[in-house]
């Protein structure tokens, strides 16, 4: 089997192979274009653009001077972001904790082989196929204390029944946790119990044979794989929390006062009708940079660290 | 005439190389099998002869073609899939013309050439349904037309038998035969993972391992001489037996010699010239250890006794060591019974301990 | 006498405490989901005198579908009485170019991520896939300057474009990752068949993407129906979607709320999505979970 001397004599033939190659793929390229341009001037340039303003003096129009820090000196002495940032966090942790439990056991308790399966299901998620708008206004009305909840208990006969929160300064964000509640656990219980009914039948079997109670072998052996989908039901939570602003919107205005205002409302705010685009942006950079610091050991995990495989 | 020619060719995935200067020449009308485990290779190479990835290095000729930078499809090559890649949606009749159409083919002559497959491959009925409606057998028959319309100079399959059941697959190999021989002048490379298939197909069989060509030869050459130990163990079941021995010059010659057993080896082919005092390894086919009254080998003592119907393998030991002995299977034998083996040089192959290579 | 072999030993209850605690969960979950639906319907079917008496829970005393008319026709969304109908149709304008042309730029974004290897392409997924973990905020005031400078600003056009840019991660992600699941062997094999870019993505693989169609179809349409961010943003006061309108409605009356008007207009606004959510039943999971990223 030799191997003929061919090197030398075709370098240019397959140079101008490899352009007709490459020309087979043109296509492929040109139909990425247009998404590349919108990576590259939304995505990246808009990105940009937004954290620039946010270190110049723009009110109404944009400016582009350079005052520094000034506008997060600013920032951090605003009640309203202050008050934003403390709601946010309050919502976040209670939102996402909270889907999670009882995603999990609305998922858990369903798959005890139990009648009308399906029926819970679609009843336990379909708040999540409406609109946040949708979500607020409802349980606006229901817990609107004159003639909401609190009225009906008071009228069953506990008189002094008191269930005012929505007009509550202190409780008010805790509504909007309810709400949130109501209208996301379903979507962790749909992902939650996608992934028990992936668990190897055979398992179950083992545990059976064992004599492990069924309690223990959910806390000890399922929840530990079902770790994949309590992380994308944490990530896909945490992007509602941080986009959270529709719900407050169409519950309490972020009201009363300033009770229920979230950095996502307060940027729009101060961009639209504050005419204060130099503190919108700021906040706006608060969240991104906020977003990166806890998606960054989350990205890193997911797709840093694996690349010891062939992909 | 050379159909195909690999010459010196690299392929490299992201900044891995895979090949690295990789020659091979097939000749018109040849049955080549790239034989190997998983892993190896193999596929990747018939994927770069396709032109379905892109060579780093070198080039690729076909019937006289450098074909290196050409789309796969202006290759003159067809190829058949493991998974039988059949496109879900269409009919078996356009499973077979998607290609034709694609080169702008007329029409009467796409019916004609679709008709004379489906002749050809007994699946005419089968035309008009669709892939989901056909068994697995069916399926590659259909993907074996597909590749058959094309009129290809050069057919590639890769793996096309591994997922059927046993008894179609022995089916449809001779099939795959009887076809490469109605068609004359087709060449074809043939990868797959199964000695027999690779035995009973090849014209030559091209092992591989570890991304390296380890021996080119006719089906018979890679039996009877193969050219190293991986080889040896690879090709042939039950496995070949090996030993672990020097070599010494004795009264007659050189001699193997393992413990106090030792097999003369004056009749032995050596194509190197061996070094006595040398460390080998003996390789030598089950069926070539001879169980008789009076042989070189005394002493043995049977262990199992595997009867496979046409043949009996008899697993037997010395303390030392364990030797499979095959035999017709009328044999008999029961374990604890004692074994004299005979062994003939000629049908020995010695390798190198150090390298492995062949002797 | 022969007796047939009984199973020995007490035979297993049926019904334990346990199965008892485990549907009293559920029918309480069940209830805790179900109740604000059932409120907001019976509040839309009640006259305003029945609602002032309280109870929100009951059954009307005397049905009527009034609130619903005047929700649909008649109902100030600011200074203008239209009713929700215009929302409506607004939100419909905006729902099927959006829903269309981001589908088909997901598909073929996924097709061309999956199949062809293009240089520099998975750096585009990587930024494109973090830019759908990004708070809008952070783009949407340069994004106003972008379409005021252009002159397409308030228009339906800006809106339907801001879904598409908005919707390409997720619909990349979801058509790329149900791409990555085809043998790419077909692939080859009509790259033998001398298949280009674009045949091989119309004669071959769009054929094969129904399920991904119809998730993904699902998943813009509830999206797209349910945003309000970028409706009130970008929308402009011609084609406020549902929304933005059922928003205004609630928050623009002026003297007592006509609560029954707003619990019509507000199962207005939820009635597409719900539809679609018991019509597709379990396409709509698969759709979330799939939406999920988890490329």
Not at chain 3, 85 to 105: D, E, H, Q, T, Y
């Amino acid at each position: 089997m030799a191997t003929l001397p061919i090197r030398a004599s075709s370098i240019g033939a397959a140079d101008t192979g490899a352009r007709r190659r490459i020309r087979a793929r043109l296509p492929a390229a040109f139909a990425l274009l247009p998404t590349a341009l919108i990576v590259l001037v939304v995505y990246i340039g808009c990105m940009i653009w937004t954290v620039r303003l946010s270190f110049t003096s723009s009110t109404l129009l944009p400016k582009f001077d350079w005052v520094g820090m000034a506008q997060y000196n600013r920032l951090f002495l605003n009640d309203r972001f202050l008050t934003s940032a403390e709601n946010i966090v309050i919502f976040g942790v209670l939102f996402i904790s909270g889907c999670l439990i009882i995603g999990f056991l609305m998922a858990v308790f369903i798959d005890q082989n139990v009648r009308g399966e399906g029926l819970f299901r679609t009843v336990f998620l379909y708040p999540y196929s409406m609109s946040f708008v949708v979500t607020g206004v409802a349980w606006q009305w229901f817990l609107n204390p004159g003639l909401g909840l609190q009225k009906l208990v008071r009228d069953m006969g506990f008189e002094s029944f008191t269930f005012d929160w929505l007009v509550n300064q202190k409780m008010a964000i805790y509504t909007i946790v309810i709400a949130g509640l109501w209208h996301g656990a379903g979507l962790t219980m749909a992902i939650l119990l996608a992934g028990l009914r992936g668990v190897d039948a055979d398992l179950w079997k083992a545990a059976k044979v064992d004599g492990i109670p069924t309690w223990r072998v959910y806390t000890s052996v399922i929840l530990p794989l079902l770790r994949p989908m309590v992380i994308t039901a944490t990530v896909l939570l945490a992007t509602g929390v941080v986009k959270l602003y529709d719900l407050v919107v169409a519950m309490t205005l972020g009201g009363p006062g300033i009770a229920t205002e979230v950095p996502a409302k307060f940027v729009m705010d101060h961009l639209f009708e504050r005419n204060n685009i130099a503190l919108g942006t700021a906040a706006a950079t608060i969240m991104l940079i906020t977003v990166v610091i806890v998606l960054a050991p989350w990205v890193y995990a997911r797709y840093v660290r694996p690349q010891g495989r062939p992909a | 005439m050379t159909a195909v020619s690999v010459r010196d060719v690299s392929v490299a995935f992201e900044a891995v190389r895979v090949f690295d200067g990789l020659s091979l020449d097939i000749e018109q009308g040849e049955f080549i099998v790239l034989l190997g485990p998983s892993g190896c290779g193999k596929s990747t190479l018939l994927n770069a002869v396709a032109g379905l990835l892109d060579v780093a290095n070198g080039q690729i000729w076909i019937d006289g073609r450098n074909v290196t930078w050409e789309e796969p499809k202006d290759r003159g090559i067809a190829m058949v899939f493991q998974s039988y890649a059949l496109y879900p949606r269409m009919s078996v009749r356009e499973n077979m013309s998607f290609g034709l159409k694609m080169a702008k083919t007329p029409r009467a002559e796409i019916e004609k050439r679709v008709a004379k497959a489906a002749d050809l491959l007994q699946i005419t009925p089968l035309l008009d349904r669709r892939p989901d409606q056909l068994s697995g057998g069916q399926r590659q028959r259909v993907a074996i037309g597909r590749a058959l319309v094309r009129d290809a100079a050069v057919f590639l399959f890769d793996e096309p038998l591994s997922n059927l059941d046993a008894k179609l697959r022995n089916e449809l190999r001779v099939e795959i035969k009887r076809l490469h021989a109605r068609l004359g002048k087709t060449t074809m490379i043939y990868v797959t993972h199964d000695q027999i298939e690779a035995m009973t197909l090849a014209d030559r069989i091209v092992v591989m391992k570890e991304q390296k060509i380890q021996q080119i030869g006719s089906p018979d050459e890679i039996y009877r001489r193969p050219a190293n130990l991986f080889v040896a163990g690879f090709v042939g079941s039950p496995q070949m037996n090996f030993i672990k021995g020097r070599l010494e010059s004795t009264g007659e010659g050189l001699s193997f010699l393992a413990g106090d057993r030792h097999l003369p080896l004056s009749s032995y082919p050596f194509v190197t010239t061996p070094v006595p005092g040398q460390n080998v390894v003996l390789g030598v086919r089950p069926e070539h250890l001879e169980i008789t009254g009076q042989g070189l080998w005394p002493g043995f003592k049977v262990d199992i006794v595997e009867p496979m119907g046409a043949d009996t393998v008899i697993w037997c030991s010395d303390g030392t060591g364990s030797l499979q002995v095959r035999t017709t299977g009328s044999r008999r034998a029961a374990p604890g019974d004692n074994l004299t083996l005979h062994v003939d040089a000629l049908q020995v192959s010695l390798f190198s301990a150090e390298t492995g290579d062949r002797l | 006498m022969t007796a047939a072999i009984e199973p020995q030993g007490r035979r297993p209850r049926r019904l334990t405490a346990g199965r008892i605690g485990v549907y009293m969960f559920l029918v309480t979950a069940a209830l805790f989901f179900l109740l604000p639906l059932w409120i907001m319907v019976m509040t839309s079917l009640k006259p305003m005198e029945e609602i002032r008496l309280g109870n929100i829970l009951s059954l009307p005393a005397a049905m009527t579908f009034d609130a619903w008319s005047k929700a649909w026709s008649s109902a100030c969304t600011g200074l203008e009485c239209n009713g929700i109908s215009v929302g409506f149709w607004n939100s419909v304008r905006i729902l099927i170019p959006s829903v269309i042309l981001s589908i088909i730029a997901g598909a073929i974004n996924g097709y061309a991520l999956s199949f062809w290897r293009v240089k520099g392409a998975n750096v585009l997924f990587g930024v494109l896939l973090l830019g759908a973990f990004i708070p809008y905020q952070v783009f949407l005031y340069p994004l106003v300057r972008i379409f005021s400078l252009t002159g397409i600003y308030n228009s339906l056009l800006c809106i339907v474009l801001v879904h598409v840019i908005f919707g390409l991660p997720t619909m990349t992600l979801l058509f790329r990752n149900y791409y990555a699941g085809l043998p790419i062997e077909l692939f080859k094999a009509a790259r033998i068949d001398g298949g280009g870019f674009w045949s091989i993505f119309l004669r071959v693989i769009l054929p094969m993407s129904t399920p991904i169609l119809v998730v993904a179809t699902i998943l813009q349409v509830t999206g797209i129906w349910n945003d309000f961010i970028f409706g009130l943003t970008f929308a402009g006061r011609e084609n406020l979607p549902m929304t933005v309108q059922l928003n205004n409605i609630v928050h623009s009356t002026q003297g007592e709320r006509a609560y029954n008007v707003d619990m019509a207009a507000t199962m207005l606004a939820a009635l597409v999505p719900l539809v679609i959510y018991f019509v597709s039943g379990r396409w709509f999971v698969r759709g979330i979970a799939a939406g999920a990223v988890k490329g």
